[in-house]
Antibody, heavy 117, light 107 residues
Framework: EVQLVESGGGLVQPGRSMKLSCAAS????????MAWVRQAPTKGLEWVAT????????YYRDSVKGRFTISRDNAKSTLYLQMNSLRSEDTATYYC??????????WGQGVMVTVSS | DVQMTQSPSYLAASPGESVSISCKAS??????LAWYQEKPGKSNKILIY???TLQSGTPSRFSGSGSGTDFTLTIRSLEPEDFAVYYC?????????FGSGTKLEIK
């Protein structure tokens, strides 16, 4: 059974950093592209970033480009999202997902990030 | 960016009925459209990708159609577990974009 478990969220002040992790199991992690999708409170879903199966290619939405970095450790079956210079508009639940052909096959339960002073 | 306009935002129906949800793209996305189901306390689930291909495990009462800019998700003979929020998403180009969601509630 595919399992994606996010961690690392919480309350952070504007301008500070936070790193999310996603522990994957139940599939061959190194064969799959991975992504982060977020959902602000009472809002819809928003794609954040994607990384290829081997980490050689990354893609970001414009609003996080230069501030967020997606990475992975295939030996540990773990996906990361380093978030710097956080803004109030980054407040959301962040979901770790597998991705194939640009859609999202499996989703984690999500981790909440609140950016507030 | 490709804007995805989903309608209606809210839909009430009874078990056994059939419903349709529309998703319109601001430009052609070929057939690269996915549908997801969101339920409280559960992980989001992909139902359909590439417009009409059912993900493994998706019940056959779900179907997707359309190409270009206009797409439809149809659920025939609603079951109690189908009452949820549904999102469309274009998977043709970056940035990947979602519709605003349709909440399907029991009448």
């Amino acid at each position: 059974e595919v399992q994606l478990v996010e961690s690392g969220g919480g309350l952070v002040q504007p301008g500070r950093s936070m790193k999310l992790s996603c522990a994957a199991s139940g599939f061959t992690f190194s064969n799959y592209g991975m992504a982060w999708v977020r959902q602000a409170p009472t809002k819809g879903l928003e794609w954040v970033a994607t990384i290829s199966y081997d980490g050689s290619s990354t893609y970001y939405r414009d609003s996080v480009k230069g501030r967020f970095t997606i990475s992975r450790d295939n030996a540990k079956s773990t996906l990361y999202l380093q978030m710097n210079s956080l803004r109030s508009e980054d407040t959301a639940t962040y979901y770790c997902t597998t991705t194939a052909l640009y859609y999202f096959d499996y989703w984690g339960q999500g981790v909440m990030v609140t950016v507030s002073s | 960016d490709v804007q995805m306009t989903q309608s209606p935002s809210y839909l009430a129906a009874s078990p056994g009925e059939s419903v349709s949800i529309s998703c319109k793209a601001s430009k052609s996305i070929n057939t690269y459209l996915a549908w997801y189901q969101e339920k409280p306390g559960k992980s989001n689930k992909i139902l359909i990708y590439s417009g009409s291909t059912l993900q493994s495990g998706t019940p056959s009462r779900f179907s997707g159609s359309g190409s270009g800019t206009d797409f439809t998700l149809t659920i025939r003979s609603l079951e109690p577990e189908d009452f949820a929020v549904y999102y469309c998403q274009q998977h043709n180009e970056y940035p990947l974009t979602f519709g605003s969601g349709t909440k399907l509630e029991i009448k």
